[in-house]
């Protein structure tokens, strides 16, 4: 049965900011009693690197299946869950966002896609499989010794530099016929509504958030993705009731009211129109089988 609200899993308090672990098919089967397997969220970054075998993966109700070779980022607060895999290898890293750059993190936080799916060449994949293995043992080492958080902490950074770098690389591909203006009023506002979508639900909001007119932010986004701001904004805020009404057991109402709508009439009519089936109807049809 579907729960009240969906788990939020926290980094434990015993380990400083990161942790790292060797992953394989035989070590998920043997945890397959435990959170990883059923829907959940993190209050922290978690990316999957693998580098032989594959892992099913579903963020958000997309299966991603993670080939060799590849690495997954998985940004707080997504609904995710790991499903079967075949002869892994590779390795898991776990750590709170707060612990690398800032402005590393904000390529990731304002970029365009939500799903962070790297393909690396042969020379990326050893270069990751080096750092995971240098983070691994330093975090078996004694923590007492000089330095040695701050010996973590770099090393985390450095492998998330090159995580952005190499994620940067292939989403400038993308938009490279775009200006640079365009492009930075486009991430900053994804970037706003994924902040504010439950009291902020105009363009006009962001708008004046970001100190350009309406009309402005309004073209630029159409120019940029093709959609309307409107329409981004509603996706963001229907993303998270689709995420609530699969996997927990509140009402409709309940739903509306905790995504910022006092009417729930009228958020029924928007999320019928936004997402193409009426909550009830999804609610039924997307049975939560893994719960």
């Known amino acids: 049965m579907p729960k009240e609200n969906i788990p939020i899993y926290q980094l434990p308090m015993?380990?400083?900011g990161i942790a790292v672990f060797p992953?394989?098919?035989?070590?998920?089967?043997t945890h397959t009693h435990e959170e990883v397997v059923f829907p959940h969220r993190h209050?922290?970054?978690t990316c999957f690197f693998v580098e032989s075998g594959h892992m099913d993966f579903n963020i958000d109700f997309q299966d991603i299946d993670i080939c060799p070779s590849s690495l997954l980022l998985s940004f707080p607060g997504q609904v995710h869950y790991v499903g079967a895999s075949d002869g892994l290898a590779g390795w898991l890293v776990a750590f709170d966002g707060k612990f690398v750059d800032e402005s590393a993190r904000a390529v990731i936080e304002q970029s365009f896609t939500r799903i962070a799916l790297i393909h690396l060449d042969n020379i990326e994949k050893e270069w990751f499989r080096n750092i995971f293995k240098l983070l691994y043992s330093t975090l078996e080492e004694k923590k007492s010794e000089t330095f040695h958080h701050q010996?973590?902490?770099?090393?985390?950074n450095a492998f998330f530099y090159k995580v952005v770098n190499?994620?940067?690389?292939?989403?400038?591909?993308?938009?490279?016929?775009?200006?640079?203006?365009?492009?930075?009023?486009?991430?900053?506002?994804?970037?706003?509504v994924r902040k504010h979508y439950?009291?902020?639900?105009?363009?006009?909001?962001?708008?004046s958030k970001m100190n350009i007119t309406v009309s402005y932010l309004n073209d630029t986004i159409k120019a940029v993705t093709g959609f309307s701001s409107t329409y981004l904004i509603q996706q963001e805020i229907f993303r998270e009731a689709q995420r609530l009404l699969f996997y927990t057991?509140?009402?409709?109402?309940?739903?509306?009211?905790?995504?910022?709508?006092?009417?729930?009439?009228y958020f029924i009519r928007l999320f019928t129109k936004t997402v193409g089936t009426s909550p009830s109807n999804f609610r039924n049809s997307h049975k939560a089988v893994h719960l």
């Open 14 to 16: 015993s380990i400083s």
């Open 23 to 29: 992953m394989s098919s035989d070590l998920l089967v």
């Open 43 to 45: 209050d922290h970054y």
């Open 151 to 156: 010996l973590v902490q770099n090393l985390l």
């Open 166 to 192: 190499i994620f940067q690389q292939q989403e400038d591909k993308r938009i490279q016929e775009y200006t640079s203006r365009s492009v930075d009023i486009v991430k900053t506002f994804n970037q706003l």
């Open 198 to 207: 439950i009291e902020l639900k105009k363009p006009a909001d962001f708008a």
């Open 249 to 265: 057991s509140k009402s409709i109402k309940e739903i509306a009211f905790q995504l910022g709508y006092d009417d729930y009439k």
